[in-house]
């Protein structure tokens, strides 16, 4: 194998241009506590605000905003003295756009989106549909259909897709044991499993002491794009080796479903879990044993996990739970072990219930997160959330889908919703900021993907299409002229 509208307010210091269209409402207070102190917030405010350098050159005090004219004429006339602007200069000024107008439709299903994801590049779209279907979509023509994948031997829904680091072979999982993988680099737009494409399944049954079904629900590939990582309903972990086509490691990792697993960093020493047992665990492959012993728990949250995102660091990571909040965790605050036992809301269930009102602030006693962000609505599904891309914010943003309907976005440090994108109308699974440029696409149950960005009339959309050249090398052009 080789293998709800409503008219907007935004905050004036958000963006140079107050205007927005849709269903985007922006900028509410947070109460929570934070670990201030800790260095993530100074690594964030580090890569998300001007420069030292360009601060002196416009004679500008630290808390107070620069606007972008200000920050252009400033390059233009060198007055930083490096002709150009550094990577946090470009990210406080990308990172002021938010893509709060729209939406405009990307397409329309007659069944639930669940999974959706830019490539790397930013130059592809994928989105998975319970009824079959996965879509890779061409950002760069008009977001016209490059690749229609019928899925193979699929069990109620795909769980989760994940595209290779040289964006040739696409992996996608269901309710099954079974992985298939796709290459998505050949000719034919449609890809019948077998008919016109090869969809080789991976099984994840070969251990001897596995001898029933169970359905994966988390897929990662390796930065190198020779393991996958994958999580599943029967607790454990597991590693496959594309290279030598087996399955190489599994782990008993938790005590109920693993919801959700990836990478902490390229290294692909660490990995990250998190599970219906409310915990989040950290796993150092170099230690692996089959027995389920983790490098450390984090403690914090008080009903299940539902997705993790790693910044990306191999050291800091967010978690979405069933108590309906995002918490932050630093792993160097990570226990050996669970010593605490957690409060217990008695016969909740997240499928069928809205979450207890009077619970909704509960904290856990021995929480160990640096930062919890509430505001979205976490019912039904396993609703994702992550880090804005470090390019074009600094990663100032935490954003995530939401049984409500909406896509809500967060301020890192300080915890405020600064944005609620509200169109659909059932649950927003998942969805995906573009790496480089002002552009978040949403995904929901009611079949819609969805395009929202700053620009409010399409305009840029169309210079898209028009530009040549790599995906990041033309968005935006005048910031790196």
């Known amino acids: 194998m080789g293998y709800g509208m409503s008219k907007p307010e935004l905050d004036p210091n958000l963006c140079d241009n107050p205007q927005t269209s849709g269903g985007a409402h922006v900028r509410q207070r947070h109460d929570e506590d934070f670990d201030i102190d800790n260095e993530i917030f100074y690594l964030i405010r580090l890569r998300s605000e001007p420069s030292e350098s360009t601060r002196k050159s416009k004679h500008a005090r630290r808390k107070m905003p620069i606007s972008t004219v200000r920050m252009l004429s400033g390059r233009e006339a060198n007055c930083s003295g490096r002709g150009r602007f550094s990577l946090s200069d470009c990210s406080y000024v990308l990172g002021r756009y938010l893509p709060v107008n729209g939406p405009w439709p990307v397409d329309r299903m007659?069944?639930?989106?669940?999974?959706?994801q830019?490539?790397?590049?930013?130059?592809?779209?994928?989105?998975?549909?319970?009824?079959?279907?996965?879509?890779?979509y061409d950002v760069d023509n008009g977001w016209k259909v490059r690749k229609d994948i019928l899925a193979k031997n699929l069990r109620w829904t795909i769980t989760d897709t994940c595209l290779s680091p040289n964006q040739r072979y696409l992996v996608y999982a269901s309710m099954s044991p079974v992985v298939n993988i796709v290459n998505v680099g050949t000719s034919a737009t449609e890809s019948h499993a077998n008919v016109t494409d090869i969809h080789d399944g991976l099984d994840f049954t070969l251990h001897d002491d596995v001898v029933y079904s169970f359905s994966i629900f988390s897929v990662k590939f390796s930065s190198d794009?020779?393991?996958?990582?994958?999580?599943?309903?029967?607790?454990?972990i597991y590693v496959y080796d594309l290279e030598a086509n087996k399955l190489t490691s599994r782990i008993l990792a938790h005590s109920s479903d693993v919801n959700t697993v990836t990478f902490a960093d390229d290294t692909g020493h660490l990995i990250y879990s998190g599970s219906d047992d409310n915990l989040c665990k950290v796993w150092d492959r170099r230690c692996f044993t089959a027995e389920g012993q983790a490098a450390g728990v984090l403690t914090g949250h008080l009903e299940g996990v539902t997705f993790i995102n790693s910044r990306g660091d191999g050291r800091y990571f967010i978690s979405n739970?069933?108590?309906q909040t995002i918490k932050m965790w630093?792993?160097?605050?990570?226990?050996?072990?669970?010593?605490?036992?957690?409060?217990?809301?008695?016969?909740?269930?997240?499928?069928h219930t809205q979450y207890p009102p009077h619970k909704k602030y509960m904290k856990h006693s021995s929480d160990q997160s640096l930062a919890t962000y509430r505001g979205h609505s976490v019912l039904r599904t396993l609703i994702r959330c992550y880090f804005s891309p470090a390019y074009s914010t600094g990663q100032k943003y935490i954003y995530t889908g939401s049984h409500d309907a909406c896509v809500y976005i967060y301020d890192v440090v300080s915890g405020d919703q600064v944005a609620r994108l509200d169109s659909h109308k059932l649950a927003v699974r998942d969805c995906s900021w573009h790496p480089y440029y002002p552009m978040l696409v949403s995904s929901s149950w009611d079949g819609q993907i969805a395009r929202w960005e700053f620009s409010g009339n399409g305009e840029v959309s169309s210079l898209i299409n028009k530009s040549k050249g790599p995906v990041r090398d033309r968005m935006f052009r005048v910031m790196y002229l």
């Not at 830019?118 to 890779?136: E, K, N, T, V």
């Not at 794009?225 to 454990?236: C, I, K």
């Not at 669970?338 to 809301?345: A, E, L, Q, T």
């Open 321 to 323: 739970g069933k108590d």
């Open 110 to 116: 007659d069944t639930r989106a669940y999974v959706s």
């Open 225 to 236: 794009g020779r393991e996958l990582v994958a999580g599943s309903n029967d607790y454990s």
């Open 330 to 351: 630093d792993i160097r605050k990570m226990s050996s072990s669970v010593n605490c036992s957690r409060p217990r809301i008695s016969d909740w269930d997240y499928r």
């Open 118 to 136: 830019f490539s790397a590049d930013g130059s592809l779209f994928i989105a998975g549909f319970q009824g079959s279907h996965i879509r890779i």
